[in-house]
């Protein structure tokens, strides 16, 4: 690696690909159950892909603070466990047709199957880290878990309202930024980190995270359902306000917190358009605002990285903002 | 006390009262969430009754072995919590109406909540437990659920099918006698006691629980609906055969092979009724079989508690399978 700042997914992809080649192998053999509908759910679900970014922030963080053990995969293959039961409760929850451009397991396998496959994960999830023999560890996962079914919990009850920034900011804490956190505090926890590192550390992901859903929410908004690869605006389609959303309801007129109220409702596009929207929140600044919160906690993101000593590892944790930022999809 | 055998409920739940008041206070603190929801559904739940046996199994268990502490009204409440989330995810995957006599939590709260409640209580389970700060009591806990959870779904794919007594036998050991095990195991876990007597207790709550189950499908066969509460035959109703319809179709004539797999297809008695059914099992002596069987569990489960030291708690537990075999609803 060059000592100068890390430029590309490319170069980080490289520092990290054998260790994720490690993670991929370990997921596909955690995943295994004696019974056969479990393993051919988790299978479908893992073979699905999704970016790895949970199990990359866990590997940079863990070898950024000088961790070299079996530890970061096994905890890496933990993370993403996590997160792929919670995206099969999810599909259940949402009725998706849908997940990452495929039918989503429970179209397939009907929803009480992947109510128990959900299940076995996050069982399977707690006992591959209960091998750690670290109580810390499991403190982290299952206070996590907790954050995030309370969040959808929440979520439910927000559908089709509007909500104040603060509460978008505790729902998206709970569903991404969560996870980014515990992440990043689990590879301090394998190096045996201080808890001043750890707490920065914990700061980075939850930062991080917060960076990565508004930008989601954003693009949700803005880009087409080609780079989407699924319907543009399914937030308010599903009577979710999102960032910039809010920001229009708050600083709008009367006419535009009519016209996001009534989408809200509906949730269908049938009243006010798609366009009708989009132009409300340009006339408002408010995707202009909603990256300036994103770029704000991308910089927050990469402040807290001051502990570490420099390394390569380092150096691509400071590029991951940036990333997250400039993302398309 | 009386130095004698003891002969009633009532005693037992005397030797108990003041530890069971405890594990309900500790439920009910334990079960509380941020998220009402969260809060409402659990409390719906454990309001909802239940006789508390795996509670007391641990209870009986721990006093039995000479321990005294706090643990033993955590992990009590922990027990309860996850057979409770059991219940929650089981009644969805049923699409049951009813639980103990009143609306299932799923026709309340619908099945999105109810997935997350009770993911949210496995969770909660486990992180009372962790308190306990065991890892063979967590590698207890999070290796039941899975098995439970595994059985759950094995159950799934064999609705409406003829199975063979070791698939019954393996059925029940995941919804039932897994529990009681664990929860006896635990109260060894607690007393510190040698591996020996932790296998002994274990085979006492296996047992145990193999019986309980046994007649609990005998009961759903012979009962009538105001004993149960529910629909008499309800398991053949949901297309599962249990001990005695497995004993009739390996043992009865052709014909009585025949009426029972058409009600196990058809889900209902519209062309074999619920009183031929009865009379086939009790020409097969199947019912008779089906008990017999219990009493050599129970039988087990009473010699294993010779490795006990004599105790008004050691002679409880070997009532208690008497009670479980004599037991109407």
């Not at 000088?66 to 997160?83: C, F, N, T």
């Not at 959808?152 to 927000?158: C, I, P, V, Y």
């Not at 994103?294 to 420099?310: C, D, F, N």
């Given at each position: 690696m060059s000592t100068l700042a890390i430029a590309t997914a490319k170069e980080v992809f490289d520092l990290l690909r054998d260790d994720l080649s490690a993670i991929e192998r370990e997921f596909s053999n955690d995943a295994v159950s004696s019974v056969a509908a479990i393993t051919d759910i988790s299978d479908y679900l893992r073979e699905g892909g999704g970016k790895r970014i949970r199990p990359s922030l866990l590997?940079?963080?863990?070898?950024?603070?000088?961790?070299?053990?079996h530890g970061m995969i096994r905890l890496g293959s933990v993370v993403e466990m996590i997160h792929t039961a919670t995206l099969v409760h999810d599909d259940i929850i949402d009725a998706a047709d849908t997940r990452r451009g495929r039918p989503s397991a429970n179209t397939t396998w009907g929803n009480a199957k992947c109510v128990l496959a959900g299940d076995w994960l996050y069982m399977q999830a707690f006992r591959v880290?209960?091998?750690e023999r670290n109580f810390k560890v499991l403190d982290l996962l299952i206070?996590?878990?907790?954050?995030?079914?309370?969040?959808?919990?929440?979520?439910?009850?927000?559908?089709?309202h509007s909500i104040i920034e603060e509460e978008y900011n505790d729902l998206i804490y709970r569903k991404t930024a969560c996870l980014f956190e515990v992440s990043m505090r689990l590879g301090s926890e394998l190096a045996g980190a201080t808890e001043e590192v750890e707490e920065q550390m914990g700061e980075?992901?939850?930062?991080?995270?917060?960076?990565?859903?508004?930008?989601?929410?954003?693009?949700?908004?803005?880009?087409?359902?080609?780079v989407l690869g699924k319907p543009v605006a399914s937030d308010l389609r599903e009577g979710k306000a999102t960032?910039?959303?809010i920001h229009s309801l708050e600083n709008g007129t009367d006419a535009d917190r009519k016209a996001i109220e009534m989408v809200l409702t509906d949730q269908n596009f049938s009243r006010v358009t798609h366009a009708e929207i989009v132009s409300i929140l340009t006339r408002n600044g408010s995707v202009d605002h909603a990256m300036g919160v994103a770029m704000r906690y991308a910089e927050t993101a990469r402040g807290?990285?001051?502990?570490?000593?420099?390394?390569?590892?380092?150096?691509?944790?400071?590029?991951?903002?940036?990333?997250?930022?400039?993302?398309?999809?």
């Amino acid at each position: 690696m060059s000592t100068l700042a890390i430029a590309t997914a490319k170069e980080v992809f490289d520092l990290l690909r054998d260790d994720l080649s490690a993670i991929e192998r370990e997921f596909s053999n955690d995943a295994v159950s004696s019974v056969a509908a479990i393993t051919d759910i988790s299978d479908y679900l893992r073979e699905g892909g999704g970016k790895r970014i949970r199990p990359s922030l866990l590997l940079l963080s863990a070898k950024a603070q000088g961790y070299s053990g079996h530890g970061m995969i096994r905890l890496g293959s933990v993370v993403e466990m996590i997160h792929t039961a919670t995206l099969v409760h999810d599909d259940i929850i949402d009725a998706a047709d849908t997940r990452r451009g495929r039918p989503s397991a429970n179209t397939t396998w009907g929803n009480a199957k992947c109510v128990l496959a959900g299940d076995w994960l996050y069982m399977q999830a707690f006992r591959v880290a209960l091998d750690e023999r670290n109580f810390k560890v499991l403190d982290l996962l299952i206070g996590l878990t907790q954050q995030m079914v309370e969040g959808e919990l929440l979520q439910m009850e927000k559908l089709g309202h509007s909500i104040i920034e603060e509460e978008y900011n505790d729902l998206i804490y709970r569903k991404t930024a969560c996870l980014f956190e515990v992440s990043m505090r689990l590879g301090s926890e394998l190096a045996g980190a201080t808890e001043e590192v750890e707490e920065q550390m914990g700061e980075y992901g939850h930062s991080l995270g917060m960076a990565f859903q508004i930008v989601d929410d954003v693009l949700d908004l803005t880009a087409t359902e080609e780079v989407l690869g699924k319907p543009v605006a399914s937030d308010l389609r599903e009577g979710k306000a999102t960032l910039a959303v809010i920001h229009s309801l708050e600083n709008g007129t009367d006419a535009d917190r009519k016209a996001i109220e009534m989408v809200l409702t509906d949730q269908n596009f049938s009243r006010v358009t798609h366009a009708e929207i989009v132009s409300i929140l340009t006339r408002n600044g408010s995707v202009d605002h909603a990256m300036g919160v994103a770029m704000r906690y991308a910089e927050t993101a990469r402040g807290a990285l001051s502990v570490l000593p420099e390394s390569e590892f380092k150096r691509a944790l400071l590029w991951v903002p940036d990333f997250v930022l400039a993302r398309e999809k």
